[in-house]
């Protein structure tokens, strides 16, 4: 067995085709100036979000210089346009700059849950048989129940023996074909100028530099010829799984002359493609992808050219939902769908093609070109049309050409195609309205209804593993089940090239994300001299609008970028991943630290106030969490315990895209006393160092830090139920659990469907981050929480997104007025350390001696200021001097003291952070620098 280190897993290893021979203007490298982050802003004085319908539109509008940066890499056309040298942008991820890959991921999705010309997949389960029903079972073995909801009956008709009958095998020979037909080398080279990497499965992003068995074929898997390739790991405990690797992965032809693979289903010999995306009729794989649809029960025979001949089966529609908005995914989508037609041998008309089966019925394969925002409720969301209560699969479509980001977390197969995480359906978590169910019409994160036991079995031994060696073997059979169940088709990770308008500071090309979506630290520090509008203001182009920013049913990128701004997380991941790995700081909390009940696990703390169990659920460890004092909500209440237990209780029964973050969470505890006094606790507010908190997990995992990244704190007294008063709160520590279900801790139905599901028209858009939902400036607006939209409600299909800087300056004695992190707090918290990472006794101590006659050296320190403030002419200038200046030495001492214990970075000093600013940094707030 090879070991996996954190080293290894999270290495930023690479293996690109060469990129296309562009000359971009040398950037500074990432985490260098202008690129380098920091934790504090905004500097900004408003984001002004306009909202395209594709990307062709926003990167005109980037062209004309009518926005500063995109939310969306350049596809290769645009690079000779951008970043020649001496054009008005800098470039990232083109030569001579380094390249940049990311997280995310394309994949041909696949629905699960429909029927394909007869044959049901009836969720990718295993072992199903025609005449069978398609009920999945749960882990206890009972068979899923959903009143009112009529499971199908398995039929594959056609399938030849010795496979007649089996309708799991009859899926995975159609879905193979399908695979089999796409050139995925070909789509990198020709469609990605060979930005991008092509993709066995979802866990091998390169930015992650996770290995896998799917390797593609290599000296590595000699020796020749090779009928299995094993990659990097082998079985063993925890996995316990043979694994064979990707040349095993085809059903048909790992045994007979197509031994050697270069990638999954991908074979050598004389292999045309004349589009540059698929393989022509003739061709070793589309002869490979013929013989899987005859596997199939599809077609009887196939021609000299392994075009099939003779069709079987009922017939019916096969609709590939194209995204039209993504020149890249359009390319693809629609090669797909030519060489498909050229499979059946049915000549294309009006989007179509079709040929009659031998039973007389049509055979049809339909292009549904959609954007973003047709593919919210066409390929996203549940059906509800049958009146059962809760999602039931949407079978509008069969195959989406889909797209996912990512994060340094190798946990994506599990974010997406695990059980729990589709509705009812499949037997998930009893989720949001009473009685269990995803709410009728929301997304799911599972929306291909994907409920293998077996790949579930794995996937969640990955997610929830207490170790990265752990999670890294388990990884290994999962990512093996998912490739030869083909439960879809992963395509290619992009080299990400974005192009931004020179002249901006603090644009962070964050690891695996690069300066945009999913980017919050590039929104709070980008700061420019001239900029384009007064503030200085910033012009993001997104490439697609928004449905929902409702924080518990958003589901797409384009509204976490605007989510991410007006909501802080308790913990972030630093921009820049050193080779030792992401590092998290504790964001709107003084410290965390993993702790347990009892000694279980070897090297994690004991504290007993983490409980052993909830109710019948056990408790394997603890988020222990000292929360700051010091933040407010937009409209003025501290964020306390009670909204973040009130937050991670709603995201883990509301069935969003956050749920699959809080699915690890049982509860969140704390000691009512530490409550600020207005919800009946000691603590005043502002005061640091009292309220401490545990989340309390089911798993102590290797991922349990990054799934609190993940999750926004939203205000308890904006969203709990209707007519319910107090803190969501236990009754005592001793006494965890007993808050659940209680009116203070639910979120109200009426705030998840209808009318009040809208946040901007009911004015409920309201969080704690650096930017504010608001008709104007903040503090002279007349809403707030809404009015920030071109449509006045969360949905913007084209238009405009504006919000403005939490206050400004400095928030003095825990009083509200301006951002927790503002620059001007920063600079206050820098005064107070003198120089260090925090305001620890050595401090305390210098400042009391200041009380004698003598004093001492710190003495002037504490009677100065803060900073020296000069004005610009960038905008207003805003900033204040805050320290010991104006007022007596009394206050100044207090002032200092207040932030005694306090770390801007814990656990991280703020020096060891890569790639931030170097104290003292220059910061600015509009036309006001700190220095």
């Not at 989007?351 to 055979?363: I, M, P």
């Not at 709070?524 to 384009?532: F, G, R, T």
């Not at 003095?812 to 927790?820: C, D, T």
Request: hydrophobic share 35%; with cysteine.
């Amino acid at each position: 067995m090879k070991e996996v280190g954190i080293l290894a897993v999270f290495a930023l290893t690479l293996s690109m085709a060469v990129l296309l021979p562009a000359r971009a203007d040398s950037i500074p490298p990432p985490g260098t100036p202008p690129t380098q982050f920091a934790i504090s802003g905004p500097a900004a004085d408003q984001i002004q979000y306009q909202i395209y319908a594709d990307e062709t539109g926003e990167f005109n509008a980037l062209q004309a210089g009518q926005i500063d940066l995109t939310d969306t890499p350049l596809n290769p056309p645009q690079v000779p346009i951008f970043c020649p040298t001496g054009t008005s942008f800098w470039c990232t991820g083109v030569a001579p700059n380094p390249p940049d890959p990311e997280f995310g991921f394309q994949h041909d999705d696949i629905n699960l849950a429909n029927n394909f010309w007869g044959i049901t997949f009836c969720f990718a389960q295993d072992g199903i048989t025609a005449g069978g029903a398609c009920q999945p079972h749960l882990k206890s073995g009972a068979v899923v129940q959903v009143p009112g909801y009529p499971y199908t009956t398995a039929i594959c008709a056609n399938v030849p023996a010795p496979h007649a009958n089996d309708c799991s095998y009859a899926g995975i020979q159609w879905r193979q074909g399908f695979a089999g037909l796409l050139n995925k080398q070909g789509l990198v080279a020709n469609v990605f100028g060979g930005a991008a990497q092509a993709l066995d499965n979802l866990g091998t992003v390169p930015a992650q530099g996770v290995q896998h068995s799917g390797l593609p074929f290599d000296a590595a898997c000699a020796p020749t010829p090779v009928t299995g390739c094993v990659g990097a790991y082998s079985s063993g405990a925890p996995a316990n799984y043979n694994l064979k690797g990707v040349c095993s992965w085809d059903s048909l032809h790992t045994t007979t002359v197509l031994t050697n693979c270069n990638s999954a289903l991908n074979y050598p010999g004389t292999n045309p493609s004349t589009d540059g995306i698929t393989w022509d009729a003739g061709s070793t794989n589309f002869c490979n992808a013929a013989d899987h649809f005859i596997a199939a029960g599809i077609a009887s025979g196939k021609d000299v050219n392994c075009r099939l001949t003779t069709l079987l089966g009922p017939g019916g529609d096969v609709v590939m939902a194209v995204r039209s908005d993504s020149p890249n995914r359009l390319a693809s989508g629609n090669a797909e769908f030519n060489r498909f037609c050229d499979l059946l041998n049915a000549p294309i008309s009006a989007g179509q093609c079709s040929r009659t089966t031998s039973t007389g019925a049509n055979l049809r394969l339909v292009n549904h070109p959609l954007t973003f925002n047709d593919a919210i409720c066409f390929v996203l969301c549940g059906d509800s049309t049958d009146g059962v209560n809760t999602n039931t699969p949407n079978l509008q479509w069969h195959l989406y050409t889909g797209a996912n980001t990512g994060n340094p977390a190798f946990d994506q197969q599990w974010a997406l195609y695990d059980s729990i995480l589709t509705s009812d359906i499949c037997g998930s978590l009893p989720l949001g309205v009473p009685g269990g169910g995803v709410p009728a019409g929301s997304p799911l994160p599972n929306y291909v209804y994907s409920c293998n036991q077996k790949m579930d079995h794995y996937m969640e031994l990955n997610q929830f593993n207490a170790t990265i060696q752990g999670a890294a073997q388990s990884l290994q059979p999962a990512m093996e089940i998912f490739g030869n169940h083909t439960i879809n088709n992963p395509t290619i990770s992009r080299i990400q090239q974005f192009a931004y308008a020179k002249g901006w500071t603090g644009v962070s090309d964050a690891t695996g994300i690069g300066i945009a979506t999913g980017n919050f630290w590039s929104l709070l520090n980008m700061w420019n001299p001239s900029p384009a509008i007064t503030g200085p203001g910033i012009r993001w182009g997104m490439k697609q609008g928004t449905s929902s920013l409702n924080p518990f049913e958003f589901t797409t990128a384009s509204e976490g970028n605007v989510l991410q701004e007006i909501y802080d997380n308790l913990l972030r991941v630093a921009p820049y991943v050193p080779a030792t790995g992401p590092q998290i700081i504790g964001y709107m909390a003084d410290s965390y630290a993993l702790v347990q009940h009892n000694l279980m696990v070897p090297g994690v703390a004991v504290d007993a106030a983490c409980p052993g169990s909830i109710g019948v659920f056990p408790v394997q460890g603890c988020v222990k969490m000292l929360l700051r004092g010091d933040i407010f909500f937009h409209d003025g209440f501290q964020v306390t315990a009670s909204d973040v237990k009130f937050s991670f209780e709603n995201f883990n029964s509301t069935g969003g895209i956050v749920s699959a973050a809080t699915s690890n969470t049982v509860d969140v505890v704390y000691d009512p006393a530490s409550l600020p006094t207005s919800l009946g606790g000691t603590e005043r507010p502002g005061q640091q160092g009292t309220e401490i908190l545990y989340v309390a997990l089911k798993a102590l995992n290797s991922f349990a830090l990054f799934d609190m990244t993940n999750v926004p704190i939203v205000p308890q007294h904006l969203w709990k139920t209707v007519g319910s008063s107090g803190a969501c709160r236990d009754l005592s520590i001793s006494n965890p659990g007993s808050g659940k279900g209680t009116g203070q801790c639910t979120v109200d139905p009426s705030f998840l469907s209808g009318p009040g599901a809208d946040p901007v028209v009911n004015n409920m858009l309201i969080g704690s981050g650096p930017f504010v939902c608001a008709n104007g400036s903040f503090g002279s607006e007349t809403i707030l929480g809404g009015g920030c939209t071109s449509t006045g409600t969360s949905a913007v299909t084209t238009g405009f997104i504006n919000l403005v800087r939490y206050g400004s300056g400095i928030t003095s004695f825990g009083m509200p007025g301006a951002y927790f992190r503002s620059n001007a707090n920063y600079k206050e918290f820098a005064w107070a350390t003198d120089g260090r990472d925090t305001v620890n006794i050595l401090v305390v101590s210098s400042i009391l001696g200041c009380a004698s006659p003598t004093g001492g050296p710190a003495c002037s320190h504490y009677a100065g200021p803060d900073t020296t403030l000069t004005c610009t002419a960038v905008g207003p200038c805003i900033g204040v001097v805050g320290g010991g200046v104006g007022i007596p030495f009394s206050l100044a001492k207090a002032d200092a003291l207040s932030f005694f214990g306090r770390s801007w970075s814990s656990p991280i000093a703020y020096t060891s952070l890569d790639g931030v600013v170097p104290g003292p940094p220059v910061l600015y707030e509009d036309g006001s620098q700190y220095s």
